[in-house]
């Protein structure tokens, strides 16, 4: 069609918000459900035409940036900022894979959301609608402080959608830490977006950091993306936040919004590349991440919390692949696993549906009785692992060899070992949900028809594909990519069939060896939550004291200084109010007496 | 012919016990005759003025003066009359709420 690009990406923008407004004002439109499901889907439709629109356009001639701006927030010295949509190589195939991704799990959640009363299916949909808008501003964004309003609205609306069942108060309370803890890392974006206005004036990313400053600004912006991708030790809150209805933990807490804080190096790569020591912390939290998130996720019961880590851990990969400067790697890494980590997220959507539990010991051969499901969630199961051929494996093979190149030896050991318990904890997950003896809660699933199965095909198709248009992917990005085999990239594969094999002969055997009896104790440990321990002894021990101190203060020294001055006041008024007799015959005197003093003053001067 | 300033001194007595009246008086007409004092005095200067310059110009205002200064009374025993009315007394110390 002829429409032009700009025409395009702004519908790809305001109709998810036209349909949120909708939704949010027309409240029998809410209150009626339906409705407003068909609408929040149609707008994803027509998001996702526009955003296959802008890439086709954009395979066609790689190179074009199209950027549209209005004149936002004037000062006297010209405009401080600007506001509008910014098209290149990054944000186009972004915005490609958050509709994609978004539609798949909003016509999924037709079939996830079914039993849910009416009103509660309105304002989920209201919700996802607008957070496909929080995220097109996120990504479209043509500077760091459009970017950070998408980042908060995104944010927002994690908190609400971890916070759907707010009558639970598990629920409520993982929504409100995740708030905390991403709130806590803001702090740290915030400052730095500051920073960097305040020592380049302006909030683009394409200026030169004073050198001084290149490392506190770029390391402060970091802070940000620890908390929203999910970095140790701000991780914590992943877990927590698969409170929230699968279908949500797949879009926001896998594919999209945690991939935000990724999106914005890969977007914001000029600064970051500015400062090595930023990108060595990156590197190194990044490693020990996916290490760490990997260990834990072997000893997790709960199929979503499994995934949940496992999220955190494949962040690691990619903010270990940015810290080792390859942007490639890790916008790569992010693309394929969308697609798989949204899939693995709906085939447990769609398990837990039709078991009504999350615990991995409530499954069990639901192999015979699923077989979409579990025929998707294998393939998503062997691309998360790394097998050739599937999608993680193009990405991660980039991923180990950029880390490689440079020579991070330690994250890259990591990053191995990584790979090989992930292949071991999705294999665990494969054999405890699908194969051998079922439970009795699982006597009785079967598929939740076609709503749930054409979303999860879709997925899976790209599952598959997404990892052979790895050059394609370059070309848009502006760079050259060939997929060539490399002794890493073998490696890493065959630690992750190694991965798989260990798992099927603990768990996908009848009857299980006790060699692995150590990870009872691990699994405690991880249960009991060390790094949420720490967190709340700081909390109570630091925060809680300086805000008695800070509270002490302004009760006492702050509002002293403004009651002392009321009090003044009131004194003084009481004192002068005796000028004021009513008495006419004073005020005459005053006048007379003014009137002396003045002659007075004028003879004598 | 005379000097100007006996004129002049007659005036500023006239004029201090018209304030001296304002400032003293309990009741509303004798402030009201008080002012009268005073009024009388800027009248004796305007006249004794106009004399000293040989023009007729101050008789003028005098006599201007002498016409507005009996508007004003008119006002002032009106304002007496209402104050009477809502008060049964002139006494302006007493009258010092607005709300009454």
Known sequence: ??????????????????????????????????????????????????????????????????????DWLPSATGTMARIGIRLDGISIPMLLVLTTVAMCVQVFSLGYMADEPAPARGRYYGYHSLFVFGMGVLVLAPNMLELFIGWELVGLTSYLLIGFYYQKQSAARAAIKAFWVTKFADIGLVLGIILLFATTGQFGWNVALPPAWAAPITLLMFLGVMGKSAQFPLHIWLPNAMEGPTPVSALLHAAT???????????????????????????????????????????????????????????????????????????????????????????????????????????????????????????????????????????????????????????????????????????????????????????????????????????????????????SLARVYGLEYEFHFTPTGMG???????????????????????????????????????????FEIGYRRGLLVLSSGIGWFDRYVVDGVINFSGWLTIMAGRRLKRFQTGNVQDYVFAVIAGAVVLAAWGLFR | MMATHPYLLLAAALFSVGIYGVLSRRNAVGILISVELMANAVNINLVAFSRA???????????????????????????????????????????NELSG
């Open chain 1, 257 to 471: 919004m945690v991939a935000a804080g990724v999106y914005m190096v890969v977007r914001a790569n000029p600064l970051f590349a500015q400062s090595p020591t930023t990108l060595t912390a990156m590197a190194w939290i990044g490693g020990f991440t996916a290490l760490f998130a990997a260990i834990v996720a072997v000893v997790q019961t709960d199929i979503k919390r499994v995934l949940a880590y496992s999220t955190c851990s494949q962040f690691g990969y990619m903010i270990c692949a940015l810290g080792a400067g390859s942007v490639m790697g890790g916008f790569f890494h992010l693309t394929t696993h969308a697609f798989f980590k949204a899939l693995l997220f709906l085939g447990a959507g769609s398990v837990i549906h039709a078991v009504h539990s999350n615990e991995l010991e409530h499954m069990g051969g639901l192999g015979g009785r699923m077989k979409l499901t579990s025929a998707v969630f294998i393939i998503a199961a062997l691309a998360l692992a790394g097998v050739p051929g599937f999608a993680g494996f193009f990405s991660k093979d980039l991923v180990l060899e950029a880390v490689q190149e440079k020579g991070l030896w330690l994250p890259f050991a990591a990053l191995m070992i990584a790979a090989f318990l992930t292949a071991f904890y999705i294999g665990r997950v494969v054999f405890l949900a699908f194969f051998g003896k079922s439970s009795k809660h699982a006597e009785h699933a079967h598929e939740g028809g076609m709503a749930m199965a054409l979303p999860m095909l879709l997925l899976a198709a790209g599952s598959v594909g997404a990892g052979w248009f790895g050059s």
């Open chain 1, 1 to 70: 069609m002829g429409l032009s690009a700009l025409t395009w990406a702004l519908l790809a923008l305001l109709t998810p918000l036209g349909a949120a407004l909708v939704i949010a004002v027309v409240v029998p439109l809410r209150r009626r459900g339906t409705p407003a499901t068909w609408l929040s889907i149609a707008a994803v439709v027509v998001s996702f035409i526009a955003a296959i629109q802008l890439f086709s356009s954009q395979l066609a001639d790689p190179h074009q940036l199209m950027l549209s701006t209005l």
């Open chain 2, 53 to 95: 310059q040989g023009t007729a110009l101050g008789q003028v205002f005098m006599l201007f003066s002498i016409g507005i200064t009996v508007a004003e009374v008119v006002v002032g025993l009106a304002l007496v009359i209402l104050l009477y009315r809502s008060r049964q007394d002139v006494l302006v110390d007493e009258a």
């Open chain 1, 492 to 534: 890493a594969s065959a630690l992750g069939l190694l991965g798989i094999g260990l798992a099927w002969w603990q768990y996908g055997r009848a009857t299980r060896s006790e060699a692995f009896d150590f990870l009872a104790p691990i699994g405690e440990l991880a249960r009991s939550g060390a790094v949420d321990r720490f």
